[in-house]
């Protein structure tokens, strides 16, 4: 086993109990630096649950969680995203009327220098440079950066939500179906943007989805999660879509390489 | 109970859209109801003297000074008879609220009832019924249709007192000079046949009238419309206003626009405000009516019928001038409407 | 500050010129267009302007007021009572002496704005705390608000306001050139414009309209922010009261009844999206200033004054099917 210290995240033994139904019953989750993880699951298997432990939204009953080797104890989600954990949500949390780079900066927006920045006023000019460079880092099909997000397609929608992540996350990003309601070509640059996260900045990526053939093409590893506890995680080279299907559904807990469902790697 | 919410002023007679609470209808209702149910129930046997007779008094508005000049006047005279007095407004102005507003105040069996009827013609029927019942109704500043359908109608004429406001306006300019008007929007009977009334007197005139324009109560609006007609027309000598606010509103835009000295204004009413500005001379004239005169003819008018059976007669009162030579007399001063007090 | 509102701002603009070109031709020389009748404009249009302002930013975050019109009757009843009140006695007033003149008005604005703000955090407390839809919660504050300056003032106009707050204010200009009306309503448009435009708080205001749950996730208090605008409409309302007492030197009742819906219109009609997240001040002067500029040039034309509520209402009309054309344009993407 590796050194947690080693290790981008680090979940032991997390629960989570609404009433009388246990979402998660000590779930356990390792993600390595510069790796793009699935998470997968059938619905109701806790991957939700175990997505807003990570973003700060849920405080769990029990269970650590370690970031870069450092335990954190999240009360709300500023929390984690002062630990460098930004999140993609499905609705993407954008503001429509806004051009792309007042999504990128909102609640974080680059004051002025001096009197008037302690007044309030915005650097407008910093956001748009910024913004400009940061979505070409990420080679973005963005061509109008003050068109309101609200008028581009639903893949360039997605480019923002995913730069305004890698954009401010340090430790962590996390996407909760990014591609659901995309088409062929969409998905296709919304993929390559996840690969470039990783590769320009280096960030791991936890991604949420149910599309098993998006998740072969852009994983490098894989969790999967049943009724609140992970039964399998494996690289992607090491498994097919059967066993992956087989450990969701319940069929059979060991992988095809025999190696045990509580132990990574 | 339905009864609460039937206490919100608004007028018939001055145009003013209000919305009061649930809160402050409530508050009123509750002195109003105090005011008018303490009373034992009336009884059937009559005749002999006033005192201790039970008279309510139904009108359309609350808080106007005119109305509550009206009301003052009928109290006072009230008072004099030894009457159990109590007055009340609807809610809504429609035929509907009025309507039940009469049908539950008769049902408490006052000895006489005094009202200003919203409808010349809808409110026929129901008043009728009340009559019907034995109890007596006499129409005050504003009459139905059937004269059968109450006792006897005390009312001011509003057209005489658009005339008059033609005649001291031809007087004021001494014959000759263009004239504007600025009123309320036309729909409304009292405010209406103001206007009709000075339309007609004009033509007895050598005045040139040329504008006319219409707002609703809002004083910036009302400034603004005067204001451009002041523009429209260097040489306007006289403008006519035929309610409160259109007679501030005038005077705040004559006064802006530096034209105080050349532009007659002949308003009408005669709140606190109007005869300060009189006084000031920044209005030349007003027509005043002559609500506190209605209120306590309506009163003794009734005080007579109850005690001997005289049937009153019905009378249509005039207006007065005031203008700033006449300020101090009595005989004008007396009808300034009183500064709201309950 | 979203770009694609120019597009709209100089359409509204063009028509405002067209309308001042129109009347420019069609009344006698001297008369529409001069520069004293654009001082009576601005005048006529300075109060609705500075309300106009705060509806901007409440539509903009997805509020709404209704009961402006209310608040500013209220604040004005405080300010002609309270000025009346301190100036001096009944009798010095009855001879037009105020021997506590300076003090009077300056307590008498302030307790106005105070007053005004006081509503407009109820308002906003209403609306955030107890989650009551702004449309219901203002409309009820409103009709309150109205109702007890009713049950204060008997309904009666307020009586004995200083004289010489009428004359070197309500009357008065700057430099005597500019009347004070329309002073404060530029410096009122221009801070709330540089708000709007240029700092965090107005950015904050535009995403809280687009997309309240991205605006709280994104860190911003919106619960605050939206009190904030209901307390600054409101203390505009306060501004509005003393500037109408100045003028008028009275507190009517029955003043103001229309002006919720009038600045909702001139606001709409400045291109502010009912529906939130767009909008910008300058739309919102030209909005402000179509119903008087409409009223002074009908006025001077002769022509029937309900043609002014007829072309006011199809420019509203229109501005709103253009907003509701750009919403759905955003749908279908």
Known sequence: ?265 | MSFLARTHPSSRRNPMKRTIPALAASALAVCLLAGCGGTSSADDAGGGSAAGKKIVMLLNDQFDPYYLTLVAGAEAEAKKQGFDFSWQAPSTLDVASQTQLLQSVAARKPDGIIMSALDAKAMIAPMKQVMAQGIPIITVDADVADPSARLATVTSDGEAAGRLAAQTMDKLLGGKGKVAFEGYTPGTSSTDARLKGWQEGLKQTGLEYVAERYDATDLTTIAGTVSAVLKRYPDLAGIFTNWTNPTLGAAQAVQAAGRSDKVKIVGFDASPDEVSLLKRGLVAALIIQKPGDMGSRAVSDLAAYLKDGTKPQSVSLDAVVATQENINDPAVSAYFYKAGKK | MPRPQRLSDATILLLLIAIVAVFSIVTPAGTFLSLSNAESILLTASQLLILSCGITFLLIAGGLDLSIGSITIFSAVVVAKVMGALAGTAAQAADFHYPNLGVAITVAIVCGLLVGAGWGAVNGLLAVKLRIPPFIATLATGGIVLGLASVWTNGQNVQNVPLPFQSSFGLGKLFEVIPWSIVIAAVVTAVFWVVLSKTRFGLHTYAMGANLEAARRAGVNVRRHMVLLYVGTGALCGIVAVLDVARFSTASITSHSGDALSAIAAVVIGGTSLFGGRGRISGTVVGALIPAVLQSGFVIMDVQPFWQNVAVGVVLLVAVYVDQVKIRAQERT
């Open chain 1, 1 to 265: 086993m590796k050194d947690s210290a080693d290790l981008a995240v680090r979940v032991r033994g997390v629960r989570k109990r609404y009433g009388h139904v246990e979402a998660l019953r000590g779930v356990d989750l390792d993600i390595a630096p510069g790796e793009i993880h699935a998470l997968l699951g059938d619905n109701g298997a806790g991957k939700s649950t175990l997505v807003k432990v990570l973003a700060g939204a849920v405080t769990p009953d029990e269970g650590t969680v370690e970031i870069n080797g450092v335990p954190h104890r999240f009360t709300g989600p500023r929390d984690a995203q002062a630990a460098g954990i930004e999140t993609v949500y499905q609705d993407l949390a954008l503001a429509p009327t806004l051009p792309p780079d007042a999504n990128l900066f909102l609640g974080r927006e680059p004051a002025r220098p001096g009197l008037l920045g302690r007044l309030g006023f915005v650097d407008r000019k910093a956001m748009r440079a910024e913004a400009a460079t940061h979505l070409r880092q990420l080679n973005s099909k963005i061509q109008d950066l003050g068109a309101e997000v609200g008028s581009m397609s639903g893949g360039q929608k997605q480019a923002v939500a995913v730069a305004r992540a890698a954009m401010w996350g340090s430790a962590l990003i996390m996407m909760d179906e990014p591609t659901a309601a995309l088409g062929v070509a969409q998905t296709e640059s919304v993929l390559e943007l996840i690969r470039r996260i990783r590769d320009e900045k280096g960030l791991p990526v936890l991604l949420i989805s149910h599309n098993l053939p998006d998740v072969f093409r852009v994983a490098d590893r894989c969790t999967v999660l049943r009724l609140g506890r992970r039964v399998l995680t494996a690289r992607m080279s090491d498994v097919t879509s059967t066993d992956l299907i087989r450990a969701m559904t319940g069929a059979d807990t060991l992988s095809p390489t025999g190696e045990r469902a509580a132990e990574p790697r």
